[in-house]
């Protein structure tokens, strides 16, 4: 059980430690996925 634990603690500290690269990665899908869409809408007549 205490290694769960410390397992998850490592892994929780790691996802601290890169949320701002989670953050971005996650921005930065979201405007390509945004930029489809609207490219789609306005290249169909």
């Known amino acids: 059980m205490q290694i769960v634990v410390q397992s998850y ?7 601290w430690l890169n ?3 989670i ?9 390509l996925l945004a930029g489809a869409f ?7 007549p």
Not at 25 to 30: E, F, K, L, Y
């Open 19 to 21: 949320a701002d690269r």
């Open 23 to 31: 953050f971005t990665m996650g921005t930065v899908v979201a405007g």
């Open 9 to 15: 603690r490592g892994l929780s500290f790691l996802v």
């Open 38 to 44: 609207f490219g789609s809408i306005l290249i169909e």
